[in-house]
Structure formats: C-alpha cells, structure tokens
C-alpha cells in the first residue's frame, strides 16, 4: 500500500473530532476593588459597605450604653466595635485546650478590652492621670503596655463608656481605630524630637497622618488592618521591618536628611518581613506616600479571602518593582529619587538607661514586668514626673516607657522613684529583652497563660544565671518573647528566643500548655545589619513549667560555645540541633 493511501487509512479511522478537554476553572477574584469590582465576596465585606465600622459609636453611646450588653447587635459586638478599639475579653475559667474547640460566642465574657490608641508613643503626664484613672474607676485597675505602644484596660462594661470618652476625649486622647481594618496606631521613634543624633524628627509628620486621616472614611474600610511605623533615629527603633508601611530616617547625599520607604511587612501565622522600595521619601512628600501606599492596599489588596487579605500578600505577588512603579504612576503622578539604606544601628532602639538629650535635660528608659502597668502606678507615675520637671513620656514598641526632658541633678532621684513603682532603669538583662503578649487571662485566641509565665521565667533566669551577668560572661539582653497563640502579637520570629504558645501532650494523656521554640530572630540593631526570621527546629517543644530550665540550659550552652563576639541569635541559627535542645 502506498504512503498516500496509508495516509489515507489512517485518516479515515481517525476520530472525526478530537475530544474537548475541560479547560481549568477560572480563578476565583481576590476581591480587589480596581481590578474586580467593589461588589463584597464574603459577609465581613457585606457589612462593612452596608454600614461601616465608625458608624457604631452613635450606637454604643445611646443604645447601648442605655440598654446593657445584651442589646448589642452581633455585627456591632464582633465587627463594628473594634474601630472604637473594643474586643469582648475572654471569659474568665475557660483553658487553653478549648481555645480552639470552642465557638467566639462561647469564648467571649460580657466585658471589653479597650485600647487606648497612643500615636507615637506620646503622652503627657495629664493624659497618663486620666488613662490611669479610668484604669481604676472602670477596668478593676488593669493596664498593660503593648507592643506597639498603646495601654490597654480589661474589665471595660459597655455602659461606661461614653464617660471613658469623654475624660479620653478631654486631653486629646482617643480609641478611633485602635482595632480593625483600618489604620492603626502610627509607631514612632519614642526619643523624636530630642535625641541628640536623631537623622529627622517624624513628629510633625505623626500628627499629621493622624489628624488627617484617622477617622477619615476614604481609609476606613481596607482589607485588613494596616501597620505604621516611622522613625527619624539612627537605632532604628520602631520594628520597621513588620509594618505593612515603614519610613527609616537616613540622609540622602544630595537631598540632605528624610527617609528611606519599606513596605509589605507582618508576622502572625505566615510571617514575611517587609522590603526597600529604594526610594527617598522627603519631608514635604511624606504624607503622599503614606496616602499612596495605603490607597494601593484599599484599592488593590486581597479582600476575599481573610487570611490573604494584607499588604505583605500583594506585595509577594507584585514585587517591589511594580509595587514602585505603581505608586508613582497611579497614586503619586510623580517618581520619587532613589535613595540610600539606612546603615546598621549603633544604639539600642529600647532606649532603656539613662541619656542625654539635645537641649541638655535627660530620657529616662525604664521597664515594667512585660508591660503590666496599673491605674495606680499610672497616676503615681504622673506625680512623680512632676515632681522631677517632667511633663512628657512615650511608650515604646518594646512594652517600656520613656521619660523626657529630666534635670541632670533630678536623674539619680527619679530613677529612685521609677523603682519603687516597679519601674527599672536599670532592669536585669532578661527583664529588658523579655515581652509577652495579653495571653489566656484575657485573650480569645490564646492558649497559655503569658504574662505570668514570663515574669516567673524573668524572676528565675535572673537568680539562676547571676554568675553569667555578674561576671561579666553574658552583657548582651537576649531577647524573650512570650505567646500566647501562633498569631505572634508578640513578635515571636523575630526574637533571639520566641516561644509560640500551644498545648502539649503528656505520658498520661493529659495535655498541658507549653510552647514551640523559634530561636535565632531579629530586627535590625546593634548586634545585626538586617532583619531576620527564627530557625524551628522540629520537636523542639517547652511545657510552662519547664520554660526556664529550658532558656537556662540553651544560655549556658551558647556562653560555651559561640565563637568569639558572636551573638546569641548567630550562633542558634548556626548550632547543632542537639545543643539547641
């Protein structure tokens, strides 16, 4: 047979149609506003365009506060209410092993965390009075410094809260987006203004972004929440790498002082730090930039999905380059120079101890017990200050406190003073370095009791390795951070130790609450040039009680073992798993 009918034979025993293979599913939209549309994709998106969340205070002051707790609608109670930085607390007795077995409405008590947003870390001592005597007449005395630099009370009822408003309201301070998807408190260098090598001062700039656009309705309404953290200080001093928008002092070489633009930084359950733009944002345009950067994250961040649904997700997907071009082109209609990195701290960005100040006068640094404050140690707090000739503190993204503008002949005794409130300017290497979360006393989502199991492990480690630091052998703050959950309020990945709060089992079945270990973390300071994320070492897991026969254990191995001035968080990452046990 020839090749033509060959062919020919073949062709005509062929099919005379290939079958149609069904194409792949289209992907589903991300609910971006610019690219998909404005219409929601899941219920949080539905109530917040049908009544958004500034919208319920109204609410709260004549209804609510009127007819109790139980006449608090469900959207108000578990959304609405957290642009007015309210959360309902955990309800007291509930254990860590039910945390996630648990419905909210189950988990929640008929009391509130309010937080009490601080921009900038800036107080005056009249507004530590009133925030210390709201503490005491109407959250049972509570009080605890985050990790971004507001006070949070406990034990709040619905019912007070018009009158917690109005002594807030009558010394400038105020709970407008403390919480949810909004803007949150704006972090700042907590010695701007005064530091002797400050590149830039941000407090201007602070005030600005906060006045113009906290309440403002056009960034009411993100995808998520939004983090802010600005400095002009050399120390680098306000976690810039985990914020979704960052500005870093540093002089640029033709431009003279302003700052360096980082974006797309968080941690919780899949961290990613943030990243150079390489641009330089000066003083006149940097309130441009935040309006542009946070209206690419209103109008093209992830909305369907809530766990995609911050700017770090974007950002992974677009990169930095078109995350640039972007900005300029469609948000600034102008392009920004390129500019320099910010060098390697030289200083501690905790600012604890005692330093000059430009004008001559002294800050003071000091720190409580993993940020826990009271209403009475807030008000005599106050009175001491003024009665040392200071009227200005800042709280600091480290859970400690700042006092500004001291006399050099009043230092000595206000530090006496300091002590005696509980408050150390010269705290132990583990009181310094170590911070911990709200925990199970007060926390939904938690699982472990942190606060107190960071003081006791502070309490312990400082008797049990006293021969380290007395001679001499340990000098360095090894950095603790304490967690409740996975979410990683506490920093948990970027700390020398961190210790994510979970429960674990035991030989007789029962489980109990301890912690997976990240070791080997960090932000930028004087011990390392970049960021980092933490080593988890498979199985390496700590109950509550074995916590500080754990952190003594792997101290003392890393004293022996590093190599030369290695610091604790090079030598963990580097370690043999063994040692790290």
Avoid at 310 to 316: C, I, M, Q, T
Avoid at 535 to 562: C, S, W
Wanted: proline content about 6%.
């Amino acid at each position: 047979m020839t090749q033509t009918a060959l062919a020919g034979t073949a062709a005509e025993s062929a099919p005379s149609e290939r079958p149609v293979r069904p194409g792949r599913p289209a992907a589903k939209p991300h609910g971006q506003w610019k690219v998909d549309g404005t219409a929601p994709l899941n219920a949080n998106e539905v109530w917040k365009q049908e009544d958004g969340g500034l919208s319920c205070r109204a609410r709260i002051e004549t209804v609510y506060a009127e007819q109790g707790f139980d006449s608090i609608s469900s959207d108000d109670l578990h959304g609405r209410f957290r642009w007015w930085g309210l959360y309902t607390q955990r309800r007291q007795g509930i254990d860590g092993g039910k945390t996630a077995a648990l419905e909210p409405h189950e988990l929640e008590d008929r009391y509130f965390m309010l937080r009490v947003r601080i921009d900038g870390g800036a107080l005056s001592t009249e507004q530590l009075r009133v925030i210390g005597g709201i503490s005491t007449d109407f959250a049972r005395g509570s009080a605890d410094l985050t990790d971004r630099q507001n006070i949070q009370l406990h034990w709040i009822e619905i019912e007070n809260m018009p009158e917690i408003w109005r002594r807030l309201e009558s010394v400038g301070l105020s709970t407008t987006e403390a919480c949810g998807d909004v803007p949150r408190v704006i972090l700042g260098s907590p010695v701007a203004g005064i530091a002797k090598d400050e590149i830039i001062d941000p407090s201007g700039l602070i005030r600005e972004l906060s006045a113009r656009f906290i309440g403002d309705p056009d960034f009411a309404n993100l995808p998520r929440k939004y983090k802010t953290a600005i400095t002009g200080h050399p120390s680098q001093d306000v976690v810039h790498e985990i914020n979704d928008f960052a500005l870093v002092g540093v002089v640029h070489p033709e431009l003279g002082p302003g700052y360096d633009l980082w974006v797309g930084g968080a941690l919780s359950t899949n961290p990613r730090l943030a990243e150079r733009l390489g641009a330089f944002v000066s003083p006149e345009t940097a309130v441009d930039a935040w309006v542009g950067v946070t209206s690419i994250f209103r109008d093209y961040g992830y909305r369907r999905m809530r766990n995609k649904a911050r700017l770090k997700f974007l950002l992974a997907d677009w990169g930095t380059e078109k995350f640039r071009q972007i900005l300029e082109d469609e948000y600034l209609g102008y392009k920004l120079p390129d500019g320099p990195a910010a060098p390697k701290p030289t200083s501690p960005g905790d600012h604890i101890g005692i330093h000059e100040q430009k004008d001559g006068n002294f800050f003071v640094g000091a720190a409580p017990t993993v940020g826990r404050l009271s209403g009475e140690t807030m008000t005599a707090l106050a009175d001491v200050l003024e009665a040392h000739g200071s009227f200005r503190l800042r709280t600091t993204p480290h859970q400690k406190l700042v006092i500004l503008d001291v006399p050099g002949e009043r230092v000595e005794s206000l530090v006496t003073a300091l002590d005696s409130l509980g408050l150390s300017a010269r705290p132990s290497l583990f009181r310094r370095s170590t911070i911990a979360c709200t925990g199970i006393e007060f926390c939904k989502l938690a699982i472990v009791n942190t606060k107190d199991t960071a003081a006791t492990a502070i309490e312990e480690l400082e008797k049990r390795l006293a021969d380290l630091t007395d001679s001499g052998e340990l000098t360095q703050p090894i950095a603790l951070h304490i967690n409740g959950c996975p979410n990683s309020c506490a920093r948990i990945q970027t700390a020398d130790i961190g210790l994510k709060g979970m429960m674990l089992p035991t030989p007789d079945g029962d489980p109990t609450p301890g912690f997976q270990v990240h070791l080997g973390g960090g932000l930028a300071d004087v011990g390392r040039a970049e960021a980092g994320l933490g080593r988890t070492i498979r199985g390496l897991k700590v109950t509550v009680a074995q916590l500080p026969d754990y952190v003594e254990r792997v101290v003392r191995a890393y004293v022996a073992g590093r190599s030369g001035e290695e610091s604790f968080a090079q030598w963990a990452l580097q370690a043999d798993e063994g040692v790290l046990q």
